[in-house]
């Protein structure tokens, strides 16, 4: 059994209305001018701010399925609070992909960098009975500044968003 990690951050992706999460040159909130990739940023704000996707379950999953999140954010102190809200849509003919909840939500509080711009690594643990191989997983990763244990007073930047999984 070996462990994958495929990227589901592109460009199915896309943030909520709210306007505080935009796609940012990262030299904005980076000390230096040298990498100008442009990362996720989601604002500091008393909502809960999403990002949403969909992508399609590899044919050889069997299990152990996580999203993992490398964030960054300006401020070493306090945590974080993501969640992830996520629905698998299986057959052909048989199951609706408008949906109107999730199958799971699942979450995870994350302390802040120990200086500023260290890579973070969240993973939020999903139920693997809840997908198949071929799956269509529609997907809701959120920053929830409703939660009172997202206590980081500045922007995250988010850097890439990860789904791992087992195979045979």
Not at 82 to 106: F, H, P
Request: no cysteine; net charge negative; charged share 20%.
């Amino acid at each position: 059994m070996a462990t994958h990690r495929i990227p589901i951050f592109g460009w199915q992706t896309g943030p909520d209305a709210s306007g505080n999460i935009f796609i940012e040159n990262y030299i904005v909130k980076a000390t230096n001018d040298i990498w100008k990739h442009f990362p996720l940023t989601l604002n500091d704000t008393a909502t809960r701010l999403g990002i949403y996707g969909v992508f399609n379950i590899p044919k050889n999953y069997v299990g152990t399925a996580k999203i993992i999140v490398h964030w960054t954010s300006t401020a070493t102190s306090g945590d974080v609070e993501w969640d992830i809200d996520y629905r698998a849509i299986g057959g052909d003919d048989t199951e609706s992909l408008d949906q109107a909840t999730a199958q799971e939500t699942v979450n995870i509080n994350d302390t802040a960098p120990s200086a500023v711009n260290e890579r973070m690594t969240a993973t939020l643990v999903l139920t693997s009975a809840n997908i198949v191989a071929d799956d269509t997983l529609e997907w809701g990763l959120f920053r929830d500044g409703t939660d009172g244990g997202d206590t980081i007073a500045a922007a995250v930047t988010v850097h890439d968003v990860l789904f791992e999984y087992a195979d045979a």
